[in-house]
């Protein structure tokens, strides 16, 4: 027993031993040895530096961190290169794995009949998991469709991305019982490029859309009501940059035509017209004043509106600036 008992005090002692070694060595890595200071470390220069008397404890130091710079969250997860981030636009939110079509391996080599009939197979097998359930198969062919439209018509990506959630809560409001998933889904995309501030008139919508004009308005006035949308009347001045990039107008007469439509603004007659109405009769009017040569019906085939309409707007535009500069 005494052996056993010597044995165990034995062992205690060199724990402890080893304990204090190791305090002692994790004491001397943040402590300077010349004068006991603290230790900072220089990341630009690799540098371990006592903060008291200067002293480089190390240097050369491996950076084990990203060669990347970020200065907020949202750029950290831009520049991360750890896989594909999430998003709304697809109906697994990017989640799943895609098998590409190109039947080579990994060195460029093509694959052999058996291997890709095996292949071919598998693709088939991953498509049927992707959509497991009728919701899937819907979001997939809306989220498919608000793709192809906002591309048809120069949406940006924010645009998209408000789009698909848009019809997500839709969807998870059952609000598409009596209605087609393509109604809804460009419903959604008129309400989200409104949103954003790069609107499309109704016309613009119809042309790239596969239902009618008007199951599109009542389509949309209702997601907006049951949603609870807060989208603001569209601005006129928001289609005049698009219509002036489209023109080639300069930016004079892109300023002059915003100048026109506040004044229009204070006089009141913007009230109770169409905002493209009025944003091409501005552009027309300022292409006027600027000395550009610009036709009723360029700025008509751009802003998908009538020759008729471009004239009225346009005398009331310049009637309201001469009523306010009086």
Same mark, same amino acid.
């Given at each position: ?12 002692? &060199? ?89 080579? &391996?990994?060195?460029?080599?093509? %694959? ?165 109405? %009025? ?9 006027? %004043? ?37």
């Amino acid at each position: 027993m005494s052996d056993n008992v010597r044995r165990l005090q034995r062992a205690r002692t &060199d724990d402890e031993t080893t304990e204090d070694e190791s305090e002692a060595e994790s004491v001397d890595e943040v402590t300077c040895p010349e004068c006991g200071g603290s230790l900072a470390t220089d990341t630009e220069h690799g540098e371990t530096v006592c903060e008291d008397c200067g002293l480089v404890i190390e240097e050369d130091s491996i950076d084990r961190g990203p060669e990347w710079r970020a200065f907020d969250s949202a750029e950290k997860d831009e520049k991360s290169r750890v896989g594909a981030p999430t998003t709304n636009m697809m109906h697994d939110k990017g989640l799943s794995t895609n098998i590409g079509w190109q039947d080579k &391996d990994a060195y460029g080599n093509s %694959l052999s009949n058996r291997q890709r009939q095996k292949m071919q197979r598998l693709r088939t097998w991953n498509e049927r998991f992707r959509t497991r359930d009728s919701k899937e198969r819907n979001l997939k062919q809306a989220l498919g469709e608000i793709d192809r439209m906002a591309s048809a018509l120069g949406l940006p990506e924010n645009v998209r991305e408000t789009a698909s959630v848009i019809y997500r809560r839709a969807l998870n409001e059952n609000l598409l019982p009596g209605r087609s998933i393509e109604g809804v889904a460009t419903s959604s995309l008129y309400a989200a490029a409104r949103q954003a501030g790069t609107p499309r008139s109704l016309d613009e919508i119809t042309q790239v859309s596969r239902v009618e004009k008007d199951e599109i308005a009542r389509t949309y006035r209702y997601v907006v009501r049951e949603l609870g949308l807060e989208v603001a009347p569209a601005d006129p001045e928001s289609y005049v940059p698009r219509f002036a990039s489209d023109l080639d107008l300069s930016d004079e007469s892109e300023r002059r035509a915003r100048q026109l439509l506040k004044s229009a603004k204070q006089a009141g007659i913007h009230s109770g017209k169409s905002p493209v109405g %009025l944003a091409a009769a501005s552009v027309y009017a300022a292409s006027l %004043l600027t000395n550009e040569k610009v036709t009723q019906s360029d700025v008509s085939e751009v802003a998908n509106i009538s020759e008729v309409t471009i004239r009225n707007r346009y005398h009331e535009l310049l009637e309201a600036e001469d009523g306010i500069t009086t």
